[in-house]
């Protein structure tokens, strides 16, 4: 099941990839105390080329992981912004192991995102879980008036193709249940890399 289920979508608008990014900067801009983001595939595709992810890719380490703090160090402003306004700020991430090519590539960047201020938590699954599934997918929380569902098509590997906008308050209860409980399982990012 790589689209989310029909109970997540219940009252939701479309969006392509742009309005998607337009639907993230409205409701952030509307956002008072929480953001929380969960994330469920083991395996994403960037939309343009990754230098980080190439050199990671080609072997070259060092190099990803310059590139990762350059990259991260565009989120910086939201980092302070997070901070400023004493917004509760969390990513959680599923993580099934062994640990895909991808994972190990992407835990490089949430070390040094960790590093500047964000909050990660992991939460381990059974690797014989799909995900995502009926019950975890990606989607981003802003409060509790809206909710961004991801789009990632029908792959092996997550490619956004753009998404959901809901504000159906039933639909975003189930959401926030959704992830309080990962986040009364998960581990901070740094107690997993130990």
Not at 67 to 80: G, S
């Amino acid at each position: 099941m790589n689209v989310p289920p029909t109970w997540a979508l219940r009252g939701s608008t479309r969006l392509d990839l742009d309005d998607f990014g337009t639907a993230f900067a409205d409701a952030w801009s509307r956002i008072e105390s929480r953001f929380l983001k969960l994330e469920c595939w083991q395996a994403y595709q960037e939309r343009e080329a990754s230098e980080s992810q190439a050199a990671y890719e080609q072997g070259d380490i060092h190099a990803a992981q310059k590139l990762l703090y350059r990259e991260a160090q565009a989120d910086r402003p939201l980092y302070e912004d997070v901070k400023k306004q004493g917004i509760e700020y969390a990513r959680v991430r599923l993580i099934q192991e062994p640990l895909t090519a991808y994972l190990r590539y992407e835990l490089l960047s949430y070390q040094i995102r960790a590093d500047m201020g964000e909050n990660i938590e992991v939460v381990v699954c059974d690797p014989a879980l799909p995900l995502p599934d009926e019950q975890y997918f990606d989607f981003l929380l802003f409060d509790r008036h809206t909710a961004l569902i991801h789009d990632y098509g029908y792959g092996e590997t997550g490619l956004q193709t753009g998404g959901w906008l809901t504000q159906e308050s039933k639909v975003i209860a189930l959401l926030e249940d959704s992830i309080g409980t990962l986040r009364q399982k998960a581990i901070p990012l740094r107690d997993y890399l130990m």
